[in-house]
């Protein structure tokens, strides 16, 4: 640390990302939640010499066309939807905009949430979930300041019904509510719907996981036009031109083709039942997840952080997060088949080895 650091700045801890090893050909990654499958094939049409050439100029800091795309995909109007530079950033502005109240979230949810909270110095309460991982609407009738809810949350995959959704926007319609959807297509139900009836409502999501395109670095938020130029404000302050034009035109590639997100998020779901069966018959206890990952207890005798260690020794690497309530799972991305059959067939070899805890 510098003598120049900001004093405010000198206790935070930053974010900790799942690893991105460099010899990742040699390791089945299932740790950051990436989807196992390319981007679209519209996709690789879309970013051509042509448009690389064009990288002299500056992108479009309004984001016109992808916008377009998004507000047509979800049924909205222009004025409703943003763009950020991943959904991180998308609820970085959105915690630096809303929150002179202070910010509330769960205790066990996106590690990011306390991490914008401390840097942008805003006060938050950690509500804790129920002991089976689920959310108490009454739990926060008391909370005066914005709300962020990872929906289906993470690490957990578990959904909160839309019903309760909404009962949490009609407890007090000055409170604003965040829901972080980086993982509805693979099972949830989207908040969007509530939007006209809501306007204490934002939904924000990701191309990172469902659409392929974590690397290009592209997240949005949807919610009534008030709120969307607040978005802007902070934006035209920042980083006008956020985004680069190979992701803008990136993601209007993959919003253009609708038939091939299906067709991943349709496997995704299907590998992640078989999965979770496989494992259950193994011993694992599983959440109920919704999302492109499960996140599973072995049976004792062997840890979640054994397990963890033991998959990595044989080149297969999860998330295990070292956290009070949270100790005894690990959270696997779905892959392939393959690589889920290959984790499979490791996982037994593992138990059948008795690994020391
Ligand atoms: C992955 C993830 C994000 C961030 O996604 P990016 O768009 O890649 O920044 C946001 N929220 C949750 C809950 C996530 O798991």
Redesign the pocket.
């Known amino acids: 640390m510098s003598r120049f650091l900001n004093s405010a700045l000198r206790a935070l801890t930053p974010y900790t990302p799942g690893e991105q090893p460099r010899d990742a050909k040699k390791l089945i990654k299932l740790n950051?939640?990436e989807s196992p499958f390319a981007p679209s094939p519209a996709v690789f049409a879309a970013l051509n010499a042509n448009e690389t050439e064009k990288l002299r100029l500056y992108s479009d800091p309004q984001c016109t066309d992808f916008l377009a795309a998004l507000a047509q995909t979800y049924g909205v109007s222009k004025a409703c939807v943003f763009a950020g530079n991943?959904?991180?950033?998308?609820?970085a502005f959105a915690f630096r905009a809303f929150c002179e109240n202070g910010a509330a979230f769960a205790d066990i949810?996106?590690g990011?949430y306390p991490v914008f909270a401390r840097l942008f110095g805003i006060a938050y309460q950690e509500i804790p979930l129920r002991d089976d991982f689920t959310i108490e609407v009454a739990d926060y009738a008391s909370v005066r300041g914005t709300i962020f809810l990872?929906n289906p949350n993470?690490p957990t995959g578990l959904c909160l019904p839309l019903a309760q959704i909404e009962a949490l926007l009609q407890q007090n319609r000055d409170r604003l509510i965040v829901v972080?959807e980086?993982?509805v297509d693979f099972g949830g139900e989207s908040a969007v719907m509530l939007l006209p009836r809501y306007d204490n409502l934002l939904v924000?999501g990701?191309?990172?996981?469902s659409r392929s395109l974590?690397g290009a670095?592209?997240?949005y938020a949807i919610g009534g036009d008030a709120l969307i130029a607040d978005l802007n404000t902070v934006k035209f302050s920042f980083n006008p031109y956020n985004i680069n034009c190979l992701t803008l035109l990136a993601g209007t590639a993959a919003l253009a083709d609708a038939a091939y997100f299906t067709q991943c998020c349709d496997a995704i779901v299907q590998t992640r039942a078989e999965t979770s069966r496989a494992l259950a018959a193994l011993g694992f206890t599983l959440t109920d997840s919704r999302a492109n990952f499960l996140f599973a207890a072995p049976c004792a005798p062997l840890g979640g952080q054994a397990y963890y260690q033991a998959l990595r020794e044989r080149g297969i690497l999860v998330r295990w997060f070292d956290l009070p309530r949270i100790r005894d799972y690990v959270r696997i991305t779905i892959g392939t088949d393959a690589q889920m059959q290959t984790l499979l067939a490791v996982t037994q070899e593992i138990i059948k080895g008795g690994i020391p805890v």
């Open positions: 950051t939640n991943g959904s991180d950033e998308v609820l949810t996106y990011f990872a993470a972080d980086a993982y924000v990701t191309f990172s996981k974590a670095r592209l997240g």
